[in-house]
């Protein structure tokens, strides 16, 4: 039973993946066709992220009340009237109306699997299901393009990942039994009482959760800042052509969608927080190649690096939640860092913007440096959990 839930919770996490790049795709084409100015784009993204955050931060609350099972499929439900209302727009207004569920849906599953995988699965599994969603944000893209090159519009494009969504959500729907004979059987396998939970707002006070929550926010302010500024970083002030920069940038997801497949194998071997700790000081190495004025060819290594380092953060970090806090508070305390996350992602690449506005782009390299300086400190700060992993 176990494992039949493991493999629809990987179809979950490309189905959260899907629409993450899929706005950003579509945005040349729905922008024409609904008659707005370019940066509204940034208004839905905004109130995307808006959503997504304030759907994470209380996620603990609604699952201790619902469950995780239901709290996922009511999740894939929102997302997929979403996008099947993206499908349908008519006016931006509409637009504007789609992504609020879109982005409470995203937050609450995002949050919910987590911590649910932290919970009852191995290491490995987070690695790789953070790998899946890799393969879900390159996918959604890919599927609006087939649909353009063949004559079809982005409304199809939408319609068809709001189906694959759907499929989805009669598959979790067919499972939620599943999830109760799961933990029904958890529990009377049992020896003693667990322990009771933290009240909900009080969680925030446990020692060490406003460190982790900064370490998300560090971290998300890397990968998130590289994922914005890389090209015009490697363009207007290394000199690279768009299309060389252009495909940099998509090696720079590449490494981390692989160095998250093969922290899977490391966890085998070394406790989450030695892979953290590897992957820091590999994130610093890639940082420092990204210095000017090094050449072009340790500029391309320093951008694998960065991905390669980057790859096993989130994910090992997730993991030590239970280990960090106590299963019992997992659910609560993984919403309250998904909310960091997507905090870190939505604020710290447009205060970078601003200070290149008043500097230089050159000094992206040392804005990595300060986020990574602050990951680093707040990491070191958190207490060491075992060096094995009890799951």
């Excluded at 940038?249 to 922290?263: H, K, N």
């Excluded at 440096?369 to 992993?389: D, E, I, M, Q, R």
Aim: glycine share 10%; proline share 7%.
């Amino acid at each position: 039973m176990a494992t039949l839930l493991l493999l629809l919770i990987y179809m979950a996490f490309i189905s959260l993946g899907l629409p993450d790049a899929l706005l950003g795709a579509a945005w040349p084409v729905m922008q024409p066709d609904l008659a707005v100015p370019v940066a509204a784009a940034g208004i839905a993204q905004l109130l995307i992220s808006g959503g997504t955050i304030f759907s994470s931060f209380f996620s603990g609350l609604i699952i201790r009340k619902l469950g995780t099972g239901k709290i996922t499929a009511i999740s894939v439900l929102l997302t997929a009237g979403a996008l099947l209302g993206f499908s349908f727009a008519p006016t931006f207004g509409w637009i504007l109306l789609c992504t609020l569920p879109l982005g409470l849906g995203a937050g609450a599953i995002d949050a919910g699997l987590n911590a649910y995988v932290a919970n009852h699965y191995e290491s490995r599994h987070m690695s790789w299901l953070h790998c899946f969603w890799g393969i879900g944000a390159l996918s959604g893209p890919l599927i609006l393009s087939a649909c353009i090159f063949r004559g079809a519009s982005w409304h199809i494009g939408y319609r068809s990942i709001a189906i694959f969504q759907f499929m989805l959500l009669a598959c979790l729907v067919a499972a939620l039994p599943l999830w109760r004979k799961i933990q029904l059987r958890k529990t009377a396998e049992q020896r003693h009482p667990p322990a009771p939970h933290v009240p909900f707002l009080k969680a925030l006070k446990m020692k060490g959760v406003n460190r982790a929550l900064l370490v998300f926010i560090a971290y998300m302010g890397i990968e998130a800042g590289i994922g914005l500024w890389g090209g015009s970083y490697l363009v207007d002030a290394r000199g690279l052509a768009p299309g060389t920069a252009a495909t940099w940038v998509a090696l720079f997801y590449a490494s981390i969608t692989l160095g998250r497949f093969l922290t899977g194998f490391l966890t085998h071997h070394f406790s989450n927080h030695h892979i953290i700790q590897a992957g820091i000081w590999t994130l610093f190495t890639g940082i420092l190649l990204l210095m000017p004025p090094l050449p072009s060819p340790l500029l391309l290594c320093g951008i694998v690096l960065v991905g390669m380092g980057c790859a096993p953060i989130f994910p090992c970090m997730i993991h030590e939640t239970p280990q960090h806090f106590g299963a019992q508070n997992a659910d609560a305390i993984m919403g309250f860092q998904m909310a960091a996350a997507y905090t870190g992602s939505t604020l710290l690449p447009p205060l970078f913007g601003v200070i290149a506005g008043y500097t230089s782009l050159l000094i992206l390299p040392y804005f990595l440096v300060a986020c990574l300086l602050l990951l680093l400190l707040n990491f070191k700060g958190l207490k060491s959990p075992p060096t094995k992993s009890p799951l």
